[in-house]
């Protein structure tokens, strides 16, 4: 087996139990959070909300400071920090007894939660760039199998041995995958060209947000998420208005895994797709298929019409993180693809930040039925900047940087 096809392996499972492990605890928090003292109802869930989201505030800060790390280091030493960083702020999570701790871990549990993304830019950078999108893909399944398995396992190990050896447990699979990734990962150098640039941070950066393209990318990225994210937290609710069995959180686990499994069986097809025809054809298709299945989960009347048409809006959403990916994979010059992934990461977490609180206000106002219909026309403008980035030909991305780095010298 070459060197190559053993990393991604190992990744792919690494991304199982480290996708799994970050999920697990979902069916349980506000349940935990009850265990720390006598609290009302309102209490519970403002906390439940302030401690999901904290990790992706500091992942948002944090994500493109590992990839710079990473262009400089390598990909392998920062999968390991936050690796065995993730295995230590979950194990502890396990002994607080305070919400103001626990929430303070979750914050540090964001400043080493890029293992994810760092293990798809570990392998967008030894891939080449005409099947990165079928290998990001492929990947893709791996994080989104134990995003699926994930909660109902977590849920089970904590029926059965409580919350603190949950934790524990967690943290132990966490550990598995940073030691399979010590022991098992050989990175292969990026020989860099001799007419490389060494781009500033503010040069980068700068680039990002003046290149029509790129930060087209960008706001999609952030868009994509926003709409996912947005109709989650409210899920359980909308079942529970569309049935009148008395197992509702089975169900709404149930009706949350057939967007998973949406992803996981054509995630891979969508990426091959992308190598095939230009990645960006492929993502406004997505766009354009997520508006057409997401709105008439609105009008739904029955729990498995919502069920059918999550599956097909998983199919549609499951295939564009790897082609977003694999885009920037194509512009990017290799030795700072990194720290412009990272970017990109944080632009995927402002987007799991805005739509939780998007869907959790608008809601509010117009009910969770308009919540879908307004997502709906959230993928309807990614399509737009899409489109307008792809109107007329851009300048390439890396001749756009060498230019911001002399002006900002000059």
Same mark, same amino acid.
């Given at each position: ?32 959070? #009850? ?29 493109? @400071?590992? +990839? ?41 549990? =964001?400043?080493? !939660? ?15 760039? $005409?099947?990165? =999108?079928?290998? %990001?893909?492929?990947?893709?399944? +791996? !994080?989104?199998? =134990?995003?699926?398995? =994930? ?19 967690? !943290?132990?699979? @966490? ?32 680039? %990002? ?34 049935? $009148? ?34 990645? $960006? ?6 766009? @354009?298929?997520?508006? @057409? ?24 959403? +499951? ?19 990194? #720290? ?19 869907? +959790? ?36 991305? $890396? ?12």
């Amino acid at each position: 087996m070459n060197v190559q096809k053993r990393n991604f392996i190992i990744i792919w499972i690494s991304n199982v139990l480290v996708a799994g492990t970050m999920t697990m605890i979902m069916p349980f928090l506000s349940l935990y959070i #009850e265990t720390f003292g006598d609290y009302s109802d309102a209490y519970v869930q403002k906390w439940s909300g302030l401690i999901f989201g904290a990790t992706f505030v500091t992942a948002f800060i944090m994500s493109p @400071v590992w +990839g710079r790390v990473a262009d400089k280091y390598g990909f392998k030493p920062i999968l390991l920090v936050n690796g065995f960083g993730i295995a230590t702020s979950v194990f502890l999570m396990g002994f607080v007894n305070s919400v103001e701790t626990f929430f303070i871990l979750r914050l540090l549990n =964001g400043v080493v !939660s890029g293992f994810i993304p760092t293990s798809l830019a570990f392998i967008s950078s030894q891939t080449a760039k $005409e099947e990165a =999108g079928k290998m %990001l893909g492929t990947l893709q399944m +791996g !994080s989104v199998t =134990g995003t699926l398995f =994930g909660p109902l396992l977590g849920g089970l190990l904590a029926d059965a041995f409580g919350f603190q050896y949950t934790f524990i447990i967690t !943290s132990v699979s @966490v550990i598995i995958a940073a030691l399979l990734v010590l022991f098992g990962i050989r990175e292969q150098i990026r020989v860099k060209s001799s007419k490389a640039i060494p781009y500033s941070r503010k040069s980068i950066l700068s680039g %990002l947000l003046h290149h029509r393209l790129m930060l087209n990318v960008m706001i999609v990225t952030s868009l994509i998420q926003i709409g996912n994210f947005s109709i989650q937290p409210l899920l359980s609710l909308y079942v529970a208005q569309l049935t $009148e069995a008395k197992d509702v959180a089975f169900l709404a686990g149930l009706t949350f895994s057939a967007t998973g499994l949406g992803n996981l069986l054509f995630a891979r097809q969508w990426g091959k797709l992308g190598d095939d025809i230009g990645y $960006e054809k492929v993502l406004s298709l997505l766009l @354009v298929l997520s508006c @057409v299945f997401i709105v008439p989960q609105a009008f739904v009347t029955t729990l498995w019409q919502l069920i059918i048409l999550r599956i097909l809006f998983g199919i549609a959403i +499951g295939g564009m993180i790897p082609l977003t990916t694999a885009l920037i994979r194509r512009e990017a010059p290799v030795h700072i693809q990194g #720290e412009v992934m990272g970017y990109n990461t944080s632009f995927r977490f402002l987007g799991n930040i805005i739509g939780p609180m998007f869907g +959790g206000i608008l809601s509010a106002f117009i009910g969770i039925s308009s919540v879908l219909i307004v997502t709906g026309f959230l993928f309807l403008l990614g399509f737009a900047f899409l489109f307008y980035a792809n109107r007329k030909p851009g300048k390439d991305f $890396e001749d756009f940087l060498a230019s911001e780095e002399h002006s900002q010298k000059s």
